[in-house]
């Protein structure tokens, strides 16, 4: 779709995501329908509604392909998430219905602008080997636990089998246990997890907390640094905001 003169890459505040201070939708929208889908939300809210006319079907957004080569990170750089991209956080970049030549233009333009780390986090892993990802890509799938993504361990080899600089897994919202060999089998070299914002109707909700305490002891099991958001525990009380190795972190020019 062209015409329209919505920014689809925008910066984010630390509460919301985090891990990345920008966002970038080349892609919105989403056919997998996890109940709890926040970007849904938003994009069908009556205050957001008017940039979305496709609502939350994949639409790909051609006068956003550019908007990476024409921005830099701000001078004034307070963390590592400064220089992070979160691709398509209103959608999945590799959801049904986005076509492999659209996610190939996407990785053209990422490979471009080496200025930024672009992070890729989708539902669908399956998809990630079929393209050659720039070295300023990092890549990653969501983990819940429950049946919004069932087959962890298919889904955790999936992403193994890509050569990206980072594989990193999103267990957001974290509803139940997660096989521990799933950090092996994806090659994991970060974590994320997090409860739930209100969206859908559900309430907003802490990560489990058995399923939280065994995943953080699996990845003490294997020094892997982990970034905990916003409702991973009760009160929000102190969270563990690690990042991968400081080389792989700044590998940028
Ligand atoms: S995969 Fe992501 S964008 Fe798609 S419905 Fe689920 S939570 Fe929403």
Redesign the pocket.
């Known amino acids: 779709m062209s015409g329209t003169r919505t920014p689809r890459f925008s910066e984010t505040s630390d509460v919301k995501i985090g891990w990345a201070r920008f966002t970038w939708n080349p892609v919105t929208?989403?056919?997998?329908?996890?109940p709890?889908?926040?970007?849904?939300d938003l994009a069908n809210s009556p205050r957001l509604r008017p940039y979305y006319p496709t609502g939350?079907e994949p639409t790909l957004w051609e006068d956003a392909l550019p908007s990476p080569l024409r921005r830099r990170p701000p001078r004034t750089q307070k963390g590592p998430g400064d220089r992070a991209v979160f691709v398509?956080s209103?959608?999945?970049l590799l959801?049904v219905g986005v076509p492999d030549e659209w996610v190939s233009r996407v990785l053209d333009v990422m490979g471009a602008a080496t200025w930024w780390r672009f992070l890729v986090?989708?539902?669908?892993p399956h998809r990630l080997a079929s393209f050659s990802w720039p070295w300023n890509v990092w890549l990653g799938t969501?983990l819940t636990g429950d049946a919004?993504t069932p087959d962890p361990r298919g889904r955790a080899q999936a992403l193994g089998s890509t050569d990206a600089t980072v594989r990193f897994v999103s267990f957001e919202p974290l509803q139940a246990p997660i096989p521990e060999d799933v950090l092996d089998l994806g090659r994991i070299g970060w974590v994320i997890v997090g409860g739930r914002s209100a969206a859908g109707g559900y309430p907003a909700a802490t990560a489990n907390p058995e399923a939280l305490d065994a995943l953080l002891d699996g990845c003490d099991r294997r020094g892997l640094p982990v970034f905990e958001k916003q409702h991973a525990r009760p009160g929000d009380a102190p969270r563990r905001r690690e990042w991968p190795e400081p080389e792989l972190v700044g590998v940028l020019v």
């Open positions: 929208g989403c056919r997998a329908g996890c709890w889908c926040y970007a849904r939350f398509s209103m959608g999945d959801g986090l989708t539902k669908q969501s919004a």
